[in-house]
């Protein structure tokens, strides 16, 4: 799979994939969990995050104030990062590598204690990474995954979403009535014409429609906000290259949720996953679905310890 969508929402600037808020960090049980993990984290701790994205988990444990200044912290990512919360940008202790893979770990042999993922490690490769996971990975070292799950209340949400984002782009669909819509606004100087009507007309009624369908999926788009600045009071000037970057936006977020569902562990994937860890000397103190605090299932959670 292509790193080029995960790198476009990197570069965005983004904190987490699943934040609560659009450039903030991971909140409740999730935030919860990852601090109990890292709370003994020791002076001469190595902290692996694998495919640490723009570096929530090291950021949750170093505004917890968790470890000193000899714990090294390195995320891996096979995306190009853009990292910017300066916890992570102004420690000599942190060091990340992007354009990197998880199977293919630029660390030493039995040179990391922790080792951590959030939605991260499913999207790998899961056979290669849990073996090179083997190589570095001391004996005793500690490990906790929380990974996405098919059945999960994040993929049925996302699921929707992506239905909604394939119909915006699709053949004779919504965005390419827009793009019809603001040509003929350019040519005739955005005076309203039975054409410019015409098109409103049947722009209007496929949102329409999609808001009867999922309203909720339709907004986390960002068509209707999209829409509003393409033909709010203000009248951009660049209308047809903001048509072009919502297009090339709406084409990385289907990639991004494509993905999503691929990477999602169905039962038989989470059992290979088990197994794969058992058969290279870890064991699995914990393997159990993990809840949001709407009660909802929201992945699975590992931990467990290398032999
Ligand atoms: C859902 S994001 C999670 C990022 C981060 N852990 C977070 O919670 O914000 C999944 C990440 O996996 C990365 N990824 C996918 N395959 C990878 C691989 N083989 N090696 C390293 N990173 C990978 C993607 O680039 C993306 O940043």
């Not at 470890?67 to 990062?81: I, Q, S």
């Not at 993922?117 to 990975?137: F, M």
């Not at 429609?209 to 068509?223: G, V, Y």
């Not at 999503?260 to 058969?279: D, G, I, P, Y």
Request: proline residues 3%.
């Amino acid at each position: 799979m292509s790193s080029n969508y995960w790198s476009q929402y990197w570069q965005e600037g983004r904190l987490s994939s699943f934040g609560d808020e659009p450039n903030g960090n991971y909140q409740g049980p999730t935030k919860d969990v990852w601090l109990e993990f890292f709370a003994n984290i020791k002076a001469d701790d190595l902290v692996l995050d694998i495919a640490t994205g723009n570096g929530a988990l090291i950021a949750l444990a170093l505004e917890a104030g968790l470890g000193d200044e000899k714990t090294k912290f390195v995320g891996v990512d096979y995306a190009k990062l853009k990292i910017q919360n300066v916890v992570l940008t102004d420690n000599p202790s942190v060091t990340f590598y992007d354009q990197t893979r998880a199977e293919q770990l630029p660390l030493e042999e039995s040179s990391t204690s922790l080792v951590v993922s959030q939605y991260g490690l499913e999207y790998t490769d899961i056979a290669k990474t849990v073996a090179e996971l083997r190589r570095v990975v001391r004996p005793g070292g500690r490990f906790q995954f929380i990974c996405h799950t098919s059945d999960s209340m994040v993929l049925k949400i996302n699921r929707d979403i992506l239905r909604a984002a394939r119909i915006i782009s699709e053949p004779g669909g919504i965005l390419e009535t827009a793009r019809k819509l603001v040509g003929l606004l350019d040519k005739t100087n955005n005076k309203g014409t039975p054409g410019t009507e015409k098109l409103r007309n049947k722009l209007n009624g496929l949102i329409g429609k999609q808001l009867d369908i999922n309203e909720r999926a339709f907004h986390s788009t960002n068509f209707p906000d999209f829409l509003s600045r393409l033909f709010g009071k203000s009248r951009p000037a660049n209308r047809k290259d903001m048509v072009d970057q919502f297009a090339e936006e709406n084409r990385g977020l289907i990639e991004r949720l494509e993905d999503l569902q691929h990477a999602a562990l169905s039962e038989q994937r989470l059992e290979a996953l088990q197994a794969h860890l058992r058969n290279n000397h870890f064991t699995i103190q914990r393997c159990e679905p993990f809840f949001q605090r709407t009660n909802e299932v929201v992945g699975v959670l590992l931990r467990g310890e290398a032999g």
